[in-house]
């Protein structure tokens, strides 16, 4: 149990769809964190979320877009995906800093497998 | 272009034996350093982590030791177990960049042999 989950952890949908991915953490942390996997890339780094706020958006198209309603709970909200958007989708969670950087590990969630038809 | 690269996509080692993962950085900014273990269908799990003031860290069957001049580090398993099989990823903290900048690697796939 790694204190981060993640719904749903299968999703397919259509391009012109409308769907949300959910992260949950129950460790106490207040940095969350939105990753992307594609086959054979590493993670790529979307979003950070900070004490609520957002500290990063690492270029990614307003498509994705990102929700921290508090502390513990991040949302993905996915409108009018590309099937090269197919990928998993990995949230993390760690500590945080007030000063925006740290060697604050992460912990992750087992992802959500996205398809896009 | 890729700051960090695990030029190994796959290793495989006798159980019992030692388990040498490798990294390598091209940015000299990074200083700190992790690894991260994943097994199929879930999230990648912290291992153990390594500042650039340190040469090595040790926790239990667990070391990382990094080479700053040669911007390298590696994960030793010693002794290997099959539990161990996994994809065993190499990140990199960017101070010079924002929070939550980890940069990761591609992943090596380890496989321990009974």
């Known amino acids: 149990e790694t204190g981060v989950t993640q719904t749903p952890r299968h999703l397919v949908m259509g391009m012109t769809n409308k769907k949300s991915l959910k992260c949950e953490q129950h460790l106490g942390h207040n940095a969350m964190y939105w990753y992307k996997q594609s086959a054979k890339k590493p993670l790529e780094l979307m979003f950070v979320?900070?004490?609520?706020?957002?500290?990063e958006n690492n270029s990614v198209p307003s498509r994705f877009s990102p929700e921290c309603p508090n502390s513990s709970h991040l949302f993905l909200h996915l409108h009018t995906l590309q099937p090269e958007d197919s990928a998993l989708y990995l949230c993390?969670?760690?500590?945080?800093?007030?000063?925006?950087?740290?060697?604050?590990?992460?912990?992750f969630g087992p992802g959500t497998r996205l398809t896009v038809l | 272009d890729q700051q960090v690269k695990q030029n190994s996509p796959s290793l495989s080692v006798q159980e019992g034996r030692i388990s040498i993962l490798n990294c390598d950085y091209t940015?000299?900014?990074?200083?700190?350093f992790l690894w991260y273990k994943k097994y199929p269908a879930e999230g990648p799990t912290f291992l153990i982590s390594?500042?650039?003031?340190?040469d090595k860290n040790e926790d239990g069957r667990f070391t990382v030791f990094l080479n700053k001049s040669a911007k390298h580090l590696s994960l030793h398993i010693v002794p290997s177990q099959p539990g161990d099989s996994a994809v065993y990823f190499c990140?990199?903290?960017?101070?010079?960049?924002?929070?939550?900048?980890?940069?990761f690697g591609k992943g090596t796939k380890l496989s321990v042999k009974p």
């Open positions: 979320y900070n004490f609520k706020e957002q500290t």
């Open positions: 990140a990199a903290v960017n101070y010079g960049g924002s929070q939550g900048n980890l940069i």
């Open positions: 390594i500042s650039s003031i340190k």
């Open positions: 993390a969670s760690s500590h945080g800093l007030a000063g925006g950087r740290s060697t604050d590990t992460q912990y």
């Open positions: 940015n000299s900014m990074f200083d700190y």
